[in-house]
């Protein structure tokens, strides 16, 4: 069975820029998390998609940030403008239930 | 604030050793709680999952529920350096039920 795919695996860009993170799920999962991850911590959550629907975006930076889920396969986030402190492992996970997100090798973003 | 507090370590323990990572919670009506690793550079990887007061074995792992005492603990049994890596203790308690994450132990086993 094939893991979380996340592209890009790194991102270094300038301050003010925008930038866009990918993510294919699980095949069959319906429910996708996008989580930031800053060194030394854990996991944050930034949104949560239950099939092509937003279930919980309360965390999200919506002046800057935005995520869509098309179809309710794939799974987009963007940010615009970028900002230094969003310098952070930006990490997609896909579940069937509630006892297992299984997560994606993340996206290490530098912002400069 | 729901929160989950770990002590960020490093804990270091000798091969064989038993580690034991602990993790409080602030939300009493929590009613699942997580162990992940991470190693490295990598993703959180699900170990364990526990609902029930008391202790849930698998394996060299045996997490432990103390909902009194809003308390999880995780043990590793005879401890090897492949378990050297950070511990992230997670529950369900966000406004739409969502993991919310301790910032994680940072385990190192010294061959």
């Known amino acids: 069975e094939a893991g979380v795919a996340q592209s890009p695996r790194y991102k270094i860009i300038e301050k003010r820029q925008s930038v866009a993170f990918w993510c294919n799920p699980i095949?069959?999962?319906?429910?996708l998390y996008w989580y930031q991850q800053i060194l030394g911590q854990g996991p944050k959550l930034l949104i949560q998609f239950q099939n092509n629907g937003v279930v919980d975006d309360s965390q999200l930076p919506k002046d800057r940030f935005s995520a869509e889920r098309l179809k309710g396969v794939d799974s987009t986030l963007k940010i615009q403008p970028a900002k230094l402190e969003d310098s952070a492992v930006y990490l997609c996970?896909?579940?069937?239930?509630?006892?297992?997100?299984?997560f994606g090798p993340g996206t290490r973003l530098t912002v400069l | 604030q729901k929160e989950v507090e770990q002590n960020s370590g490093p804990l270091s323990v000798p091969e064989g050793a038993i580690a034991s990572l602990n993790c409080t919670y602030s939300d009493r009506g929590s009613q699942s709680f997580f162990w992940y690793r991470q190693y490295s550079g990598k993703s959180p990887e699900l170990i364990m999952f526990?609902?029930?007061?008391g202790d849930k074995e698998d394996g060299r792992f045996t997490a432990q529920l103390n909902k009194a005492s809003q308390y999880v603990s995780l043990l590793i049994r005879d401890s090897q350096p492949s378990d050297s890596a950070t511990y992230l203790c997670a529950f369900y308690g966000g406004s739409q039920g969502n993991l919310i994450f301790g910032k994680g132990t940072k385990l190192s086993v010294k061959p």
């Open positions: 996970a896909s579940s069937a239930t509630l006892n297992e997100q299984f």
């Open positions: 526990i609902y029930s007061n």
């Open positions: 095949s069959g999962h319906a429910t």
